[in-house]
């Protein structure tokens, strides 16, 4: 053989490797279904959590928004305010006895006035220093000798003169 020629290799089909003559795998195949059916269960799963969470968000609103309802009772009244400032005009802003809806906090929030009953406030800013054990027993304190004016409270009058009041207010609204 002094011809130093190549044998030529027969045309074999492309699934073929001419240097090992073992069929190639096509494992895209094999591996796509795998990976076909895991993206499929991925994508089932994300889409039922995505719904839960939906569901959870519009369940949230609604409680929310269900949250702004309150009833104002016969010996009350209502007024809504809105970012602090009240809502409508005149006797509007007034709400009377039932039941009312308003955008919960931090939108809305609302004031109730009870109307009807006398209600009492005791201003003791410049009386002598009391207990509350003197106050539950409405004993009055003994006036002493000397002024303590880091612990008594005090008046100054126009004539400066100083004096201990203690005022007593009753009052009744009958129209907020």
């Known amino acids: 053989m002094s011809d130093s020629k190549k044998p030529e290799l027969p045309d074999l089909p492309e699934k073929f490797d001419s240097a090992t003559k073992l069929k190639k795998e096509e494992p895209s195949v094999v591996v796509s279904s ?6 499929a269960a991925l994508s089932d799963a994300l889409s039922s959590s995505f719904k839960i969470i939906q ?3 519009v369940g949230v609103v609604i409680i929310f928004l269900c949250s702004g309802f309150f009833t104002v009772e016969p010996n009350e009244v209502a007024i809504k305010l809105r970012f602090g ?5 005149g006797q509007d802003r007034i ?3 039932g039941l009312h809806w308003s955008p919960p906090s931090p939108i809305g929030e609302v004031v109730k006035i009870p109307i009807g009953e006398t209600r009492s406030i005791v201003a003791t800013n410049c009386w002598y220093a009391t207990t509350p054990e003197m106050e539950i027993s409405g004993e ?7 002024f303590r004016p880091g612990v008594d409270g005090y008046a100054i009058t126009s004539d400066e003169n100083i004096i201990h009041v203690r005022a007593d207010a009753k009052y009744l609204i009958s129209e907020p």
């Open 95 to 97: 709400l009377q006895q």
């Open 85 to 89: 400032k009240p809502v409508g005009a």
């Open 55 to 57: 569901g959870l968000m």
């Open 140 to 146: 009055l304190p003994f006036a002493a000798a000397s």
């Open 34 to 39: 795998v990976e076909d059916s895991t993206a």
